[in-house]
């Protein structure tokens, strides 16, 4: 039993790394490297505070609630991914590969799992319950956020997933509080 699991970690960590190789590569080109890194920098919170930003001078008091609930879902996204982060210590992929080349500065040391990530996917859940006509903005960036991740060399393919899954678990559960 132990083995297959160990046979099936060693599975997942190798298409990890070749994916993760994959993306990167694609920073080559000073393009594509521009526009992750910029995509990278309003996912750090800029895009999200301006769209909050936006939503309440756009639509005064009928944006609290939304905004409010975003906020909220927010402060729980740090709390939760940062509580894990260390505890599961995960390097980053730059640091374990000399393949893999870092194109942007981390925010913290570990890589499991995405935060940027982990927030796109929990504020665009939580955005388009309210605020559903943001569709066609929200969901595009919170997919190249995921993809930044990744093409910069910060985040394994994995940890993107695990964020996404883990952002939209909090949204989720956000909605029964």
Request: proline letters at 5%; charged letters at 10%; aromatic letters at 12%.
């Amino acid at each position: 039993m132990l083995q297959r699991l160990n046979f099936r970690l060693s599975q997942i960590n190798a298409w990890d790394l070749t994916w993760s190789l994959r993306f990167n590569h694609a920073s080559r080109n000073r393009w594509i490297r521009q526009l992750f890194r910029l995509v990278s920098r309003l996912g750090n919170g800029v895009f999200w505070y301006g769209l909050m930003l936006f939503l309440l001078l756009q639509m005064g008091r009928n944006a609290v609630p939304g905004v409010i609930h975003m906020i909220l879902v927010g402060l729980s996204c740090t709390f939760i991914y940062k509580l894990i982060k260390a505890t599961t210590s995960r390097t980053r992929p730059f640091q374990k590969h000399r393949n893999i080349l870092c194109q942007a500065p981390p925010l913290d040391q570990y890589s499991f799992p995405s935060g940027h990530t982990l927030h796109a996917m929990a504020f665009t859940i939580v955005l388009l319950s309210y605020f559903p006509a943001f569709a066609w903005i929200a969901a595009p960036f919170t997919l190249l956020v995921a993809l930044s991740r990744v093409i910069l060399g910060l985040h394994y393919p994995t940890d993107v997933v695990a964020g996404a899954l883990l952002g939209a678990l909090i949204a989720a559960i956000s909605f029964t509080i």
